[in-house]
């Protein structure tokens, strides 16, 4: 009686077997005259919109990120690429009866609304219902995070932008103030956005003002929109990439408080040329690393907080068959 052990791998039925292009230049000519085409509509539509929102990414330096996301957006389909390349569209009329709401709404806005801030996001809004139209819901499965993505280019209207900064320059202020209060003979208080400092018995003039730059709106828009690029191309499980996400916020928020404390220890015990212009410019761009700093710590935390002992789902089944002869 002997006995044989043979071993075999068991094929795999995953959809890597059936993927067949691997490449976007592996697209048949018909389709990217089909891309060009709308994307020439989709251009002439928005022209007005679009115009507008890369001229305050040009001239608004709160919103110069605005020209990487468009990128990131290309950036996360890309990694896709296969599963785009070798799906079968099936178009999606709902799609359709989105395109052609979004395509009435847009002129009814401009004409009764007259609600700026609508205007790009019925843009966005016409561009997802172009997907899901011509490419059904397997192709907005890989699309949908690119397209919101967009979002994160928008200029929020000014009145918005104000409400927000308002807040973060008087918390900036105040906590600023009360760190500053930690140095032997210097006292500060804060009135509002503004900071009063008496050091060694005297006033200090000028007094500090935390200026709209140092709202920190403009880390906070940027590492938002950064956060969640980082959040969507790292392998993790859904609540990490909340948190991640989340984060940002608070992040952003205590990176501009440093920023101004360290400004106020600046001009105070150092010299106040060393508090504006290109050094004030340089702080604040020191406060960018700083930020992904802290995001990486958090990130680092959480894949070292759990283990996860399931085997590898891409791992090839072994099996093994006894046979006497």
Not at 147 to 159: E, G, K, S
Not at 168 to 186: E, K, Q, Y
């Amino acid at each position: 009686m002997l006995e044989n052990t043979v071993s075999f791998t068991a094929p795999s039925h995953g959809r890597e077997s059936h993927l067949t292009k691997e490449h976007w230049r592996e697209l048949p000519i018909h389709a990217y005259v089909k891309m060009f085409i709308i994307g020439v509509l989709f251009g002439f539509l928005f022209r007005s919109e679009i115009h507008d929102i890369v001229s305050r990414w040009v001239t608004d330096s709160s919103w110069s990120h605005g020209f990487l996301i468009p990128l990131f957006s290309v950036y996360f389909i890309d990694q896709h690429k296969q599963e785009v390349l070798n799906l079968r569209p099936r178009p999606n009329y709902l799609g359709l009866l989105l395109l052609i709401c979004c395509i009435v709404f847009y002129p009814f806005n401009i004409v009764h609304l007259q609600y700026g801030y609508l205007r790009p996001m019925t843009m966005i809004g016409t561009l997802g219902a172009i997907v899901l139209f011509l490419g059904g819901w397997r192709l907005v499965k890989y699309t949908w995070l690119p397209i919101a993505f967009l979002v994160f280019a928008v200029p929020l209207p000014q009145r918005y932008y104000n409400s927000l900064t308002d807040p973060m320059r008087r918390w900036a202020a105040t906590i600023a103030s009360g760190l500053l209060n930690l140095v032997p003979d210097l006292e500060a208080s804060a009135n509002g956005k503004i900071i009063d400092v008496f050091y060694k018995g005297q006033s200090l003039e000028p007094a500090l003002d935390v200026a709209e730059a140092c709202s920190g709106m403009r880390l906070l828009l940027a590492f938002m929109a950064l956060g969640v690029a980082m959040a969507y191309l790292h392998e993790r499980k859904l609540w990490q990439r909340l948190v991640l996400v989340i984060s940002t916020v608070p992040i952003a928020i205590l990176c501009n408080v440093v920023r101004v404390t360290v400004t106020g220890f600046i001009y105070i015990l150092i010299h106040p040329k060393y508090a504006q212009g290109i050094y004030h410019d340089m702080l604040g761009m020191a406060m960018l690393p700083l930020a992904f700093g802290l995001y990486g710590f958090l990130a680092l935390f959480m894949s070292n907080l759990f283990i996860d002992d399931d085997l590898d789902a891409g791992a090839e089944d072994i099996v093994v068959r006894k046979r006497d002869r």
